[in-house]
């Protein structure tokens, strides 16, 4: 069925350092990849999405290429600061069964704290 | 300004107690879901309704109920069958093209606590 695992956090960075968090998914089909951000107490925001392979999804720095052959979305950005602090999810579309794409599906989250 | 609401914020409940969650959405999506997170198991699918008058269970439904009777609401009841309620629970809605879902937008959470 569909799922998508991510790295574990916390990761822990400081300002100005570069910022990978891995995702990689198991699907039929071709489904949409998502990175969505949840900022303490708040509800989740979409950070970028890719909706084919080879699509590069970008937003506010952060970067995530869909990557067929290795069915990866890894998040990346090359300056963290403080403010992206926050809880990071990689989702996908569709059931966990495969089939229609009615929904998403998250992973774990990954805590991002970057100190100053 | 359009988006989701979510209310209460914080509720306390005793248990044995059922408790309503309201979720409202003005951006005239058709389909609005209800999760369930919890720290380190991300999050969880409820219930999703992708029309009035119809909705589907989602992952984890056992100890839940919820009902569509509009497309801008979308409640979810918390039952006392639910055996480990305290969590996070977020609503979100999303227009769908076709069947397919290509983003949601999420409420600002309802944090249920039982007493």
């Known amino acids: 069925g569909n799922s998508v695992t991510q790295m574990e956090g916390p990761v822990t960075l400081s300002e100005e350092a570069f910022l990978t968090i891995n995702c990689t998914y198991t699907?039929?089909?071709?489904?949409?990849l998502f990175w969505y951000v949840q900022y303490p107490g708040e509800g989740l925001q979409l950070l970028l999405k890719?909706?084919?392979?080879?699509d590069k999804g970008s937003n506010k720095g952060f970067e995530a290429t869909y990557r067929k052959e290795t069915t990866s979305f890894h998040l990346e950005k090359g300056s963290v600061q403080v403010s992206d602090s926050a809880v990071y999810f990689c989702?996908?579309?569709?059931?966990?069964?495969?089939?229609?794409?009615?929904?998403?599906?998250f992973g774990t989250g990954t805590l991002l704290a970057v100190q100053p | 300004d359009g988006g989701i609401t979510q209310s209460p914020k914080y509720l306390f409940r005793k248990e044995g107690q059922n408790v309503t969650l309201s979720c409202e959405q003005n951006?005239?999506?058709?389909?609005m879901y209800w999760y369930r997170q919890d720290p380190g198991q991300g999050l969880r699918l409820i219930y999703y309704?992708?029309?009035?008058?119809?909705?589907q269970k989602g992952d984890i439904a056992e100890g839940y109920s919820v009902s569509r009777e509009k497309k801008e609401s979308f409640p979810l009841t918390v039952t006392s069958a639910q055996k480990n309620p305290t969590a996070f629970y977020l609503c979100?809605?999303?227009?769908?093209?076709?069947?397919?879902?290509?983003?949601?937008?999420f409420g600002e959470g309802s944090r249920l606590t039982v007493l």
């Open positions: 979100a809605s999303s227009i769908l093209q076709g069947t397919r879902v290509e983003e949601l937008f």
């Open positions: 699907a039929t089909g071709y489904p949409s």
């Open positions: 890719a909706t084919k392979a080879d």
């Open positions: 989702a996908l579309s569709g059931p966990r069964g495969g089939g229609a794409t009615n929904k998403l599906i």
């Open positions: 951006l005239n999506h058709d389909a």
């Open positions: 309704s992708q029309i009035v008058n119809d909705f």
